[in-house]
């Protein structure tokens, strides 16, 4: 597992360095957010762990570009901002999961673990449900004959509500299920991902399926 670690600070830097080489990740450190995507562009990592307050160009605008360039590495914000609103503009760019600053090394180890599991314990045979269809191998969904981009997140999100279609889930299960583990203040988080996943699925087409079930959660459904 290859992990780029966009950090100007330089002891955070070698700290998250340290620790993730000693758990057997393999490490690159960039110090401003233009390195980092020059290396995020030039390299394959698994996972970007991505600081928000960056010289030359900030941890936002580093996402935007690199989401923009193609990149779909999954990306944990590192931020010292832990309003609602910092964290939803960070996930906004296009980052999967964030972390606040400072934070235990235990903390960004299970954040990191959550992120890079995903591409590699996922197996098995294709899921549909009314005209979606999703590739755990390939990871990749369907509607129709159409292809849907999604971010490793909003895939996860996706593959979970289609794993179980037609049930009620909860924002804490979904918290559980996807971010594995549960927000305590930030829920609306779940419902700024299930917005941008309506954007990609729902719209355009007649047939909705993605469903609010008021002051519960969600439900994937036809009609
Ligand atoms: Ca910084």
């Known amino acids: 597992m290859r992990v780029l670690v966009v950090e100007d600070e330089v002891k955070v830097a070698s700290f998250i360095q340290r620790g993730l ?60 901002k832990d309003t609602v609103e910092d964290i939803v503009a960070g996930l906004d760019s296009g980052s ?21 599991r995903r591409s590699s314990d996922d197996r098995g045979a294709e899921i549909t449900y009314a005209d979606l269809r999703l590739d755990p191998v390939a990871h990749k969904v369907w509607r129709g004959d159409d292809e849907i981009d999604l971010t490793s997140k909003e895939y996860a999100l996706l593959e979970y509500l289609m794993r179980n279609a037609e049930q009620t889930l909860t924002r804490t299960m979904i918290a559980e299920h ?34 609010t079930v008021r002051g519960v959660g969600y439900v994937l459904k036809e009609d």
Request: glycine share 6%.
């Open 21 to 80: 080489e000693g758990e057997g990740f393999s490490v690159e450190v960039a110090n401003d957010g233009e390195t980092g995507v020059t290396l995020a562009e030039s390299n394959r990592f698994d996972l970007i762990l991505m600081d928000i307050m960056l010289p030359k160009l900030d941890g936002i605008g580093a996402i935007k570009q690199l989401r923009e360039k193609g990149v779909v590495a999954p990306v944990l914000c590192l931020t010292a």
């Open 96 to 116: 999967d999961d964030y972390l606040t600053k400072p934070f235990a090394f235990a903390e960004l180890l299970a954040r990191v673990r959550a992120l890079t």
């Open 178 to 211: 996807v971010w594995d583990y549960t927000f305590d203040s930030f829920t609306n988080i779940i419902d700024v991902y299930v917005n941008y996943l309506r954007k990609k699925v729902d719209r355009g087409f007649d047939k909705k399926l993605i469903h």
